[in-house]
């Protein structure tokens, strides 16, 4: 019994740790640092450019970022039991969110209220998330924009419907700015991202058009 007890204790020390988990994104001095921690039902992907861990579903992260506007990519995911012994995994599109981070403070990143508090309404969150980041200390929630990914139509159509492609229209070029060369640019970047199957479905559709 006293083993089992002292197993408990070290399993909840264990994920206490991994609760507070701290990610240096930005290595740089002090005084020009922020910090960012995603709330237990937000994954944070990406911090600008830079690919981050996002932990687990019910995981606090946090991450030293440098100050200034900053850009994340992050989804809502939850877990919600059907039964004893049967569980499903809900994870939203992605969505773009971008705040101007002060040196110095901290913040946090969370769904926007209410949380859902069963499988229905979390599926329906799922479709369109929206999230907002608060000032920790004050609450104050910080003037942020969010923008919903979509699926990319080409890629969506050769892909399983299990893992989706996503993009943002903020990340999209103005083909009519861009030169003629643009399209023919943006499909070879496609066809070089596309997997062997997908390029031959993509021909088997070629040959029908």
Known sequence: MRALSVCILALFFVVGCASQQVQKIYQG????????????????????????????????????IQAGNRTLMVEYSDLF?????????????PAKVIFNAEPGKAYTIQVTPPLPKDLKAARALAEKPDFQVLEQGSGRVVDASVELSRPRSFMTQLKSAVTPVYEFESDQVDAGDSGPGATLDRLKSLWGEATQGEREAFMQWLIKQ
């Open 81 to 93: 039991n059907i039964d004893v012994d049967n569980h499903e995994k809900v994870v939203s599109r």
């Open 29 to 64: 001095d002090a005084s020009r640092a922020a910090r960012v921690t995603s709330a237990p039902q937000v994954l944070v992907k990406y911090v600008d450019n830079d690919e981050v861990s996002a932990g687990f579903i019910g995981q606090e992260v946090t991450y030293r």
